[in-house]
């Protein structure tokens, strides 16, 4: 089955407008979600609407409402709400230029794929990716969707170009507050030099199929055994824990790095024994 489009429209650069097509990607098909179930019939639970004080009430009854205050609402009717609604455009106009780097990571949401509609936009297509990437630059917009005006970043990803929606500034949390109380003092030699050491060993091109959600991957396995079982008996399987719960918390940091740094070296060949080097001389 062809994967559905998220949005489709033109992205515009002044006076140029490219046709093309978004789609999301990722997919959420390996998260495992569970639902409640009432276990003496094994059927679904389902959830009434419900007033403290007054019980079940009817779907007409209900309104949307946005605390001011605790315990106190403003009403809104749905046709205010959708009355200031963003209109949904079919063009992405990008209207800034910025580096990669300027951009926190704080700030990236969700990625999507994005490809030229036709045949006829490609030309186009190809110019803007390679501007892109020659002037090492990421192209900033705001994209209309579903009634909601979405910041969004795009760069050059391989033959196609990447669209990544961003978070506004009021919805990142500044760190700063959470690193006050660090101190400024820096770290001794040794243990940046160790440290460093054991970093470079560690020190590899990211390939994210070699991780894998061992959790995700226990879940499914523990489901599959639980299907195909008649029993119905509890199946409880432990997952291995890579960490050490034991131990103190108060450690030797030096060595502590000193241990890993050698742990991560490749073992040494050992050196012949007498007798094995006796034989090859015979």
């Known amino acids: 089955m062809a994967a559905r489009a998220y949005w489709q429209g033109q992205i515009r650069l002044a006076l140029v407008s490219i046709p093309v097509e ?15 179930i009432h276990e003496p019939s094994g059927k679904r639970i389902s959830y009434e609407k419900v007033v403290p004080g007054i019980g079940p009430v009817d ?16 009403l809104l009717e749905d046709e205010e709400i959708e009355a200031v609604k963003i209109e949904s455009k079919k063009t992405l106009e990008l209207v800034q230029f910025v580096e990669a780097c300027e951009i926190d990571p704080l700030y990236f949401e969700k990625p999507y794929y994005v490809a030229p509609a036709d045949d006829l936009a490609e030309e186009a297509f190809v110019v803007l990716r390679e501007a892109l ?11 209309s969707v ?9 760069k050059p990803c391989g033959k196609g170009l990447l669209m990544e929606t961003l978070r506004y500034a009021d919805e990142v949390r500044q760190g700063q507050a959470f690193f006050s109380e ?4 820096k770290p001794k030699k040794e243990l940046l030099d160790l440290a460093t050491a054991l970093i470079d060993q560690r020190s590899a091109p990211f390939d994210a199929s070699e991780f894998h959600d061992r959790y995700s991957d226990a879940l499914k396995k523990l489901i599959d055994k639980k299907a195909k079982s008649k029993s119905g008996k509890k199946i409880l399987e432990d997952v291995d824990d890579p960490g050490d719960a034991s131990g103190s918390n108060v450690i030797d940091l030096m060595a502590a790095l000193k241990k890993s740094v050698d742990g991560d070296k490749p073992a040494a060949k050992k050196a012949p024994t007498r007798k094995a080097a006796s034989r090859k001389r015979a």
Do not use: H, P
């Open 133 to 143: 990437r020659k002037a090492k630059k990421v192209g900033i917009g705001q994209l």
């Open 22 to 36: 978004a789609y999301s990607a990722t997919k959420s098909g390996a998260k495992i979600s569970f639902n409640q």
């Open 182 to 185: 660090i101190g400024t003092s």
């Open 146 to 154: 579903r009634g909601r005006e979405t910041l969004v970043a795009i």
């Open 59 to 74: 779907r007409d009854e209900i309104i949307r409402g946005y605390e001011v205050s605790k315990g106190n609402y403003v």
